[in-house]
């Protein structure tokens, strides 16, 4: 969902990318909410981390504490950031119906969008030398 | 110039599964659940309460769910789908789930089948589209990383060599160390009601050297030798250990006692020609009849696999369900239930591991 706002909103002046610590394919919900608000990202793949270790990053942003704590080092002048949003597949599991699986996801996808639009001014300073 | 952006989620899965190297992951094997009017549903309820206490990270369901009543039904009823949803989806993080021939749509050899496979495929898991391969949309197959295993579901009724697209991915996943698991919904191998595969589906399953593999299908239990590739003659160069190194053979497992009605062995019902030739009822290790699942722990040096017997509570007196598959024939008559003369509850059947 990052990448599919980065490339929507921000796409003159961010080259995204996207990778999971273990992935699992596309979620058909956060394709769903995605096309909802006018993003098409049913032709994205779900990469592992690994699969993109060649491209020289400016920023990694983890977007959920796990991949924070299992993130894999980046080397060289590479900034990671933490942004910590809740993972609707997880939060989807207690719904009790598709609708509020659903309302997890929108309420998500907006929360990233409000971070995506914010880029690259909301990111932390970098510490004086 | 453009500033490049790395966003790293885990938001395509739950957070439980991403394992350490030093951590393990609990999986529950199940089969031919007993949802349905033609099934024994006291044991599918017993097998899923005892499931679920295991507090399992993924379920791997074998395939056929449901055992409706009607030849070619128009419709897949809700109230299978809610009890699937209840029972095997909402309880796991991760549910990896294969087709089984009672869930696609009714055809002539066929006609009870539930049609019920355009509902339950969205409760799974989607399979890694990294490893994404140019099979046919249709088929049901794909692949699974988890934690330090790979998971491979292949669809047996279309089948081809899946040579062509899984030995990269399989080899990659060797070279990873990880675990290679295959789950299909009919046997490679199997005594309960024969059918030839050892110079077809066997010889090339074994060719990729999973180091499991599971099906379903049968309505028993049966676990087989570790074997190598059959030779020309149907001989299978087994390894007649429970426990053993990783590269020992391949370790089939058939898995169908989920709550579908029990069904005897071809040679206990005498039928000669789905009777499994000597050198399969040789490579057999243990069998029986009886409700079951099974739990499949993987950790990086070892997996280990037991199999869980679930008696269920006696049928109350007047109670017409039995969970005999044509209860009235005369065959029952000197064939014996695993749970004969046993105490209602859940215990240990069976355990082999293998070992890095």
């Known amino acids: 969902m990052a990448e599919g706002w980065a490339q929507q909103l921000k796409g003159d002046v961010i080259e995204p990318h996207s990778a999971g610590t273990d992935p699992h394919g596309m979620n058909e919900r956060a394709i769903k909410v995605m096309a909802e608000a006018g993003v098409d990202i049913s032709k994205h793949t779900s990469k592992h981390v690994d699969d993109v270790m060649y491209v020289h990053f400016d920023y990694v942003v983890t977007v959920c504490g796990h991949a924070d704590e299992t993130c894999p080092v980046f080397p060289g002048k590479t900034k990671v950031i933490h942004v910590g949003f809740d993972d609707p597949p997880k939060l989807a599991q207690a719904a009790a119906t598709e609708e509020e699986a659903l309302s997890h996801y929108r309420r998500v996808r907006d929360e990233i969008k409000a971070f995506v639009t914010g880029l690259p001014d909301n990111l932390e300073p970098e510490p004086a030398a | ?356």
Request: include cysteine.
């Open chain 2, 1 to 356: 110039m453009r500033i490049i952006f790395l966003f790293i989620s885990i938001l395509f899965l739950p957070a439980p599964l991403i394992a350490h190297e030093a951590e393990s992951i609990k999986v529950v094997v199940v089969g031919d659940t007993g949802i349905g009017e033609r099934a024994f549903h006291s044991g599918f309820e017993a097998v899923q309460n005892a499931m679920r206490k295991e507090q399992a990270d993924a379920i791997l369901h074998l395939g056929d769910f449901v055992y409706q009543p009607e030849k070619f039904p128009s419709s897949c009823p809700d109230k299978y789908i809610k009890e699937i949803q209840e029972t095997l989806a909402q309880p796991y993080s991760i549910r990896i789930f294969v087709a089984g021939d009672s869930d696609l749509e009714p055809k002539m050899w066929k006609p009870k089948a539930s049609g019920c496979w355009d509902k339950i495929a969205p409760m799974a898991t989607p399979f890694d589209t990294l490893a994404k391969h140019n099979q046919p949309d249709e088929k049901w197959e794909g692949v699974m990383h988890l934690g330090t295993a790979l998971f491979v579901v292949l669809d047996v009724y279309e089948w081809n060599d899946p040579a062509p697209w899984l030995k990269p991915i399989v080899d990659d996943a060797r070279r990873k160390g990880l675990w290679v698991i295959f789950a299909m919904h009919e046997p490679a191998i199997t005594t309960a009601w024969y059918k030839e595969k050892r110079q077809t589906v066997l010889t090339q399953v074994n060719a990729l050297h999973p180091d499991l593999v599971f099906s379903g299908n049968q309505h028993a239990y049966e676990r087989f030798f570790p074997m190598g590739i059959p030779q020309e003659d149907g001989t299978l160069p087994v390894v007649k250990k429970s426990n053993y190194k990783k590269g020992a053979g391949v370790t089939h497992v058939v898995s169908g006692g989920g709550g579908a009605l029990l069904k005897p062995f071809a040679d206990l019902q005498g039928k000669s020609k789905r009777t499994a030739p000597e050198a399969v009822s040789d490579a057999l290790a243990k069998r029986a009849l009886m409700f079951h699942y099974l739990t499949l722990e993987i950790s990086h040096d070892t997996l280990n696999v037991t199999t869980h017997r679930v008696c269920p509570s006696p049928p109350a007196p007047g109670e017409k369900q039995n969970p005999r598959w044509h209860a009235d024939d005369p065959m029952w008559n000197n064939i014996v239930l695993e749970c004969d003369g046993k105490e209602t509850g859940v215990a240990v059947f069976d355990q082999f591991e293998v070992k890095r």
